[in-house]
């Protein structure tokens, strides 16, 4: 998976660097550390990290949003969660073999340390140094990791896809048939080191790999050709992770193959005219995301249909709030009385100085309408968007900040944007 130079390929780089080894929780969002968090750590390559040849996406306006991101939502809606995300652009199996040896050694690493990236951008082995360099970082993440997710390969399969550019459609036929086996006895053995390190490093983890979709357009001629070579080695992966399994590695597939079979327009940007690029579209990336999720979760959630008066959904541990959320200035107010129920916290309201008390597991906050701070754990602290008053029909409600309040009774709260979702747990 090749990425062409441009001119605004640094833009691009910076935006998969700030995505790439932080946690998907913002700055204001911390997860505490005295609570049960699922932590997700996301390896492999460019589709790991999402990216898609778009010019958004390139000129850096626009984060990228993969499969990943996808599963991050899904966990959040199971309960408080981290996710870090190590993956790399252009990174083969031999390459991450080298990063996880890197993490066991806890030895920064450099690009050159991990592959040959010379035929990518030059670009490219920039992102690649900055996670080779973030390795003791990935050993910790590793050994607190209840979930590992990742697709790697589809680099170390590029020249079958290659082939198929051969107008001498026989001969680009005996290519694929007589490379494929070698190239996936290869990946296979590099694998099996691969997963026996990962596994050292992260003991908990369960561990979900993908398999490899090389898509053609149904037309081409090697269509059927190359369909049956991707149905092999997505039998020889479950017969690889059986394997594992009986050594006590806990790995599962993705079976993300047969969701791309006839979906090759739709789901990815593969044009032979314009360079073979198979990365995922975002309608492949929801694909790839439900068939993870399948996996882990064996369903896959999205927030229930929004009226046009509704901005945005709120999900408290799980359960999606019936109530009106309203936004104002970047802040999410919800009903006094919502809050307390959702949170499950005792509210005691006195009328005369209209100030609520919310309290919860020996946590104390006290909100006073109209303030411009708020009272938490004893502590006074600034706040930008009072509580407020608001007629609905006949009934005066007080509107708070929802996420003030949840983050001072010890919940994990995170906004995503791209759901228009705020997720709570604690």
């Known amino acids: 998976m090749k990425f062409s130079s441009h001119p605004s390929f640094t833009a691009l780089l910076a935006a998969l660097l700030t995505f790439t080894v932080v946690p998907s929780v913002s700055a204001n969002d911390p997860v505490s550390s005295t609570k049960d968090t699922y932590r997700i750590v996301a390896l492999g390559d460019s589709i790991s990290v999402g990216y898609e040849p778009l010019p958004e996406i390139v000129n850096g306006t626009s984060a990228p949003y993969g499969y ?40 920064p690493l450099k690009a050159a340390d991990l592959q040959d990236f010379s035929s990518f951008d030059p670009r ?67 694998l099996d080191k691969m997963m026996t390190r990962l596994h050292e490093l992260a003991p908990d983890a369960t561990i979900v790999i993908a398999d490899q979709y ?44 047969g969701k791309f079979f006839d979906n090759e327009g739709p789901y990815t940007y593969f044009n032979v005219i314009d360079g073979l690029d198979i990365h995922p579209k ?20 999205k927030p229930a249909p929004r009226a046009a008066d509704v901005p945005l959904s709120v999900v408290v541990n799980g359960k999606e709030l019936p109530s009106k959320a309203a936004t104002i200035n970047n802040t999410t107010f919800l009903a006094l009385r919502d809050v307390a129920d959702a949170m499950h916290a005792d509210l005691k309201w006195t009328q005369k100085t209209k100030t609520a008390v919310f309290s919860k597991d020996g946590r104390e906050v006290v909100i006073t309408i109209g303030a411009s701070t708020i009272i938490v754990n004893g502590v006074s602290q600034s706040l930008k968007n009072p509580a407020y008053f608001q007629q609905v029909g006949k009934i005066q409600k007080t509107y708070v900040p929802l996420a ?23």
């Open 68 to 107: 990943v991101d996808r599963l991050y939502e899904q966990a959040l809606f199971h309960g408080r969660s981290e996710l870090t995300n190590y993956a790399i652009m252009g990174l083969t199996t031999p390459g991450l073999s080298q990063l996880l040896e890197g993490a066991a050694d806890k030895k």
């Open 124 to 190: 490219v082995s920039q992102q690649a140094d900055l996670v080779a360099s973030k390795t003791p970082e990935l050993a910790v993440d590793l050994a607190q990791a209840d979930l590992v997710v990742l697709t790697i390969g589809g680099n170390d399969f590029g020249p079958i896809i290659q082939a198929a550019k051969d107008p001498n459609t026989d001969s680009a036929r005996q290519i694929i048939q007589d490379s494929f086996d070698k190239t996936m006895n290869n990946y296979t053995e590099d």
């Open 214 to 257: 090389l898509p053609l357009w149904k037309k081409h001629g090697l269509y059927n050709v190359l369909k049956d070579s991707v149905s092999k080695l997505a039998v020889g992966l479950d017969q690889f992770a059986a394997k594992l399994n009986q050594r006590g590695i806990p790995v599962s597939v993705a079976h993300v193959s």
């Open 282 to 301: 975002q309608a492949g990336y929801e694909a790839i995301a439900q068939t993870f999720s399948e996996v882990i979760w064996k369903q896959y959630l």
């Open 404 to 426: 003030v309040i949840s983050e001072g009774l010890d919940y994990q709260v995170v906004f995503r944007k791209k759901l228009m979702t705020a997720f709570i747990n604690n």
